[in-house]
């Protein structure tokens, strides 16, 4: 009977949503601080959204990619993440109870937090008569004959009325469905019978579970006609039934929506956090991060509220195998320098990722932690655009720019791969150390290059680090990389001595100068 009541159950279907509908619920309600496009591809961070919303609908997924995206996490959903990462039977049961969430083929977010429908026209009122009319001349033709000429006309309105509006119909009857899905839950869980572990968790939707099925069912069309065959397709082609619940759902929705967004907020914020405590009770490693004055979150002694970055053991979540490597900056962002292949990028992006889930979840992949609760940006795969006329150099350029302008508004963690490698050396070396030296006097800088120049020009601001090996293991330590190893990959590459022993030469007349440039500490200082 409940069933029948909130509408029916439909089976778990898991549909394909698109990224951009995944984005929805954010692209409506971002903020100032919310990460950009580009720092998303960079950061890999689609892959990583989807590896979190496995088996989780496309309400639970939409906040999880606006957290990942929009402002820092809330106490209170750390704190549910925490309880359930810790109890498995409540985290399971509650997985379960929002098992109808799965069952949506339409995204609502849009619908919810966008512009909405408009009211209804006044002329769908007087659709219930059309039918009316029609059958009373049905019957009116049959004692006088010319009535059929005004009942063939007004069934042919009738068809014209399905061709014109049946599409429309069906579309927002897949909306209404996922909304009922959505009020079906609230519901559902708001109705869990008491329980200490469960309350914690639900006790924000207990009030208005009632409501929630009301909602529904005024939302909804009868449930005897959906169960009973042909019914459903008799009154929508002679009573206009579906045109007519258009309308009216429609504003039923109005009247309803501060409620609907109000239910979509606490079932998708519920869902997501059964996500993340799914994934981290079977995450190899992971710890709750400091994140200082705006809420200190963790167990680590010390916050990171001072920009200061600390992580132990940190690990990136997409990789099986990954090496855990050990960072901490005080007061100083990082030049990181190293062989080619050693694995400079995939640090940044470890680092870069786990920044950003301190801020959005709460936690990092790593043993312990203690980060600033900043928004984090990043510009680590600018190319060549033919389509759009754009040379490397020029992307780099405009995505320097975009960086510039968002550390104007305000202290933020920038994580820079390989600035400037489109222009000459002698340019890429000056334009790097003006940019990245304003960077970072308006927040934290972590950048790698091969241009180990800039590591003396820019040791004010960037404490200098070294990636490599030493024992089989990969590490990272203070300092600038002594012994490159380019000029040795032309030989692995098959380039010959001769060439070697040419590139060499010129390596090392030119490498020490480089390296370590006298009195270069004023340059920058004197502007």
């Given at each position: 009977m409940l069933?029948?009541?909130?509408?029916?159950?439909?089976?778990?279907?898991?549909?394909?949503?698109?990224?951009?509908?995944?984005?929805?619920?954010?692209?409506?309600?971002?903020?100032?601080?919310?990460?950009?496009?580009?720092t998303w591809r960079d950061l890999l961070l689609e892959r990583y959204a989807e590896r979190l919303g496995r088996d989780t609908s496309i309400f639970g997924r939409q906040m999880l990619h606006g957290r990942l995206r929009g402002a820092a996490a809330s106490a209170e959903s750390i704190a549910r993440v925490r309880l359930l990462v810790d109890d498995g039977a409540t985290r399971e049961r509650l997985h379960q109870a929002c098992?109808?969430?799965?069952?949506?083929?339409?995204?609502?977010a849009g619908l919810l937090f966008g512009e909405g429908p408009p009211p209804s026209p006044r002329w769908s009122r007087c659709l219930a008569l059309l039918p009316l009319v029609f059958l009373a001349s049905l019957a009116g033709a049959f004692f006088w004959a010319p009535g059929w000429i005004v009942a063939v006309a007004l069934w042919l309105a009738l068809m014209a009325m399905q061709t014109a509006y049946y599409q429309r119909a069906q579309d927002w009857e897949r909306l209404?469905?996922?909304?009922?899905?959505?009020?079906?839950?609230?519901?559902?869980?708001g109705a869990l019978p008491a329980d200490a572990a469960v309350d914690a968790c639900v006790a924000a939707l207990r009030p208005d579970a009632?409501?929630?099925?009301?909602?529904?069912?005024k939302l909804g069309r009868s449930p005897l006609a959906r169960a009973m065959p042909g019914v459903k397709e008799y009154n929508d082609w002679i009573w206009l039934s579906n045109i007519r619940h258009y309308y009216a759902s429609r504003d039923a929705f109005l009247a309803l929506r501060g409620f609907l967004r109000g239910s979509y907020l606490l079932v998708a914020n519920l869902e997501a956090d059964i996500a993340l405590a799914r994934h981290l009770g079977q995450a190899p490693r992971f710890c709750w991060a400091g994140l200082g004055e705006s809420g200190d979150c963790g167990e680590s002694a010390e916050s990171g509220g001072d920009g200061a970055i600390a992580l132990d053991g940190v690990v990136h979540p997409l990789l099986d195998e990954a090496t855990p490597l050990t960072l901490e900056l005080r007061g100083r962002g990082a030049f990181i320098s190293g062989q080619n292949g050693v694995g400079k990028s995939t640090l940044l992006r470890t680092i870069?990722?786990?920044?950003?889930?301190?801020?959005?979840?709460?936690?990092?992949?790593?043993?312990?932690?203690?980060v600033p609760p900043l928004p984090v940006y990043s510009s680590m795969q600018s190319e060549d655009s033919l389509a759009g006329g754009e040379s490397l150099y020029i992307a780099e350029l405009r995505r320097a720019r975009e960086l510039l302008a968002l550390a104007a508004k305000g202290p933020a963690l920038f994580i820079i791969d390989e600035i400037f490698r489109g222009t000459n050396h002698l340019e890429s070396v000056s334009a790097a150390a003006a940019v990245l030296d304003t960077l970072a006097r308006s927040g934290t800088v972590l950048v790698s290059s091969h241009n180990l120049v800039l590591a003396p020009l820019l040791e004010h601001a960037l404490a200098p680090l070294c990636v490599g090996e030493e024992g089989g293991r990969l590490r990272v330590r203070p300092g600038v990389l002594a012994r490159t190893n380019g000029i040795a990959l032309l030989a692995e590459r098959g380039f010959g001595p001769a060439i070697e022993s040419k590139a060499l030469s010129v390596h090392n007349w030119l490498s020490d100068y480089l390296a370590h440039p006298s009195e270069c500490g004023h340059v920058l200082s004197e502007v």
């Open positions: 069933k029948m009541l909130m509408g029916y159950e439909a089976p778990v279907i898991d549909y394909p949503f698109a990224p951009s509908d995944v984005a929805m619920y954010h692209a409506a309600v971002s903020g100032p601080d919310s990460l950009d496009d580009h098992g109808g969430l799965r069952a949506a083929d339409a995204d609502v209404v469905t996922a909304l009922q899905q959505q009020l079906r839950v609230h519901s559902l869980v009632s409501l929630a099925g009301k909602a529904s069912r870069g990722l786990n920044l950003v889930t301190a801020r959005a979840f709460g936690f990092c992949y790593a043993d312990a932690a203690s």
